[in-house]
Structure formats: structure tokens, C-alpha cells
């Protein structure tokens, strides 16, 4: 999604173990995300972004549209099979004072509205680890069943950022890379090591239940009876 030229100036200006960036390595990742990417849904990237029209009279005037991104996409079964839009009509609909009184939330009155995503979160959240790898070694060594699983339209948690990162845990091979199956179509790949099975979804962005829900049971599936995924 980006250039060449902005990704040698991002790998040059950007210390990644480092908890502090650069002026330079911000605006070359601010300069990617701001003219590079484009009006894209970064957690699907090959689907539809939110596009809003402000009125009928502007259908065919791509300068007066008005896009917005959305932190989470969700399914649904109108035209093309899918509404990158959904969650705006959740976040209105969970916001109405009727709704909330029949859930009996927001029972205190709180001042910011509800989000499927909320900053607040983030925001207050101050004992998490910098990194997942040393509490998957806890997990592995306390011998629970681990399954690490990404969809491969997503950007935002990349495939390949999920690997480079479990690559740091130098876990024994078991089953090596091989393509798993949803019926006659490959669901994904899939790679098993000891402690840790790390699966690929295709065709999925970032909630993976909700674009490959087929592909999604499956992965559950083959989880709880603790069998590889189906070659």
C-alpha cells in the first residue's frame, strides 16, 4: 500500500525497540497513512470503506463525498455481502436512550458516548506487558493449548507481523507449513509447533468470525477437539 521510497525512510528513521520515534519516523509513517494509503479500511484492506454521501444530489461528485473509517467492519447480507458501515448504525443504535434503558446500561449517566472501540480503554489500561511473547511462554510452559490466528486482509495485525513476531519465541516445528481446507477451498495455512499452533485465515480481515465465519468455525472447531486443521 505504500512506496518503495516511503518504506526505506521508514526502516532508516524508525528504531522499533525503541519506545520513543523520531520527528523523522513519524512523519515518514504519518506521510504513509496520510497520502499513500488512500480511503481504505485498514482492518480489510480489500473490501469497501464507510462512504457516506452528504446528499443524493453529490452521488457523482467524488469531491463533496465524505469517507470515514471505521475501527471495526462487520458482515452483512444485502448486495455484495458486506457493509463497511455496520458498526456506525451499532454505535447510534447502542447510544439511544430507549435502548440503554431496556439493557439498563448507563444506569450512572457516563460523559462519553459508547464505542466497539473505545479509546477510553487504551487511554486508562497501565499494566499491560510491551510485548505478548513472555506471558506465551508462561502459557506454554503451564502446558495450556495455545492457537495464534490471523486474517490475511488485515493490516492493522498483519500476518506477517504476527510471524516475525512468534518467530522470536524459537519454538520446535511439529507440523510444518501446509494449506488447511474449508471443504474443497484452502481456508488458510497453518503452521504447529510445540506449545503453539499458528493458523492463517483467508480471505478474513481483523475479526475473522465475521468475514470467513465458515473458515472461523473450523479453526474453533479444530481447537477444542485438539486436532490440526484438515489438510
Excluded at 430507549?98 to 489500561?125: E, P
Aim: overall charge positive; glycine content about 6%.
Amino acid at each position: 500500500m505504500i512506496s518503495d521510497k516511503t518504506y526505506k525512510k521508514i526502516i532508516n528513521f524508525c528504531n522499533f525497540t525503541s519506545e520513543k520515534s523520531s520527528k523523522k519516523c513519524d512523519e515518514s509513517v504519518s506521510y504513509a497513512v496520510n497520502h499513500e494509503f488512500g480511503h481504505i479500511d485498514q482492518y480489510s484492506i480489500y473490501t469497501p470503506s464507510c462512504k457516506i454521501m452528504q446528499n443524493e444530489t453529490n452521488l457523482n461528485n467524488n469531491n463533496n463525498n465524505k469517507y470515514v473509517r471505521f475501527k471495526n467492519t462487520i458482515i452483512h447480507r444485502k448486495l455484495s455481502g458486506y457493509d463497511p458501515c455496520t458498526e456506525n448504525y451499532a454505535e447510534e443504535y447502542y447510544n439511544r436512550h430507549d435502548v440503554q434503558r431496556a439493557m439498563h446500561a448507563n444506569v450512572t449517566g457516563i460523559s462519553y458516548k459508547w464505542t466497539a472501540c473505545s479509546d477510553i480503554l487504551l487511554k486508562n489500561w497501565k499494566d499491560s506487558d510491551d510485548s505478548m511473547l513472555s506471558i506465551y511462554k508462561k502459557l506454554i510452559a503451564a502446558g495450556l493449548k495455545i492457537w495464534v490466528f490471523s486474517g490475511d486482509t488485515d493490516s492493522v495485525v498483519p500476518v506477517t507481523a504476527t510471524r516475525f513476531s512468534l518467530s522470536h519465541l524459537n519454538l520446535k516445528i511439529k507440523t510444518p507449513w501446509y494449506p488447511w481446507y474449508s471443504g474443497n477451498q484452502v481456508g488458510g495455512w497453518t503452521e504447529v509447533y510445540d506449545g503453539l499452533t499458528f493458523a492463517t485465515i483467508r480471505g478474513a480481515g481483523h475479526e475473522v468470525p465475521l468475514f470467513q465465519p465458515k473458515r472461523a468455525f473450523i479453526l474453533f472447531q479444530s481447537f477444542l477437539t485438539g486436532k490440526e486443521l484438515p489438510k
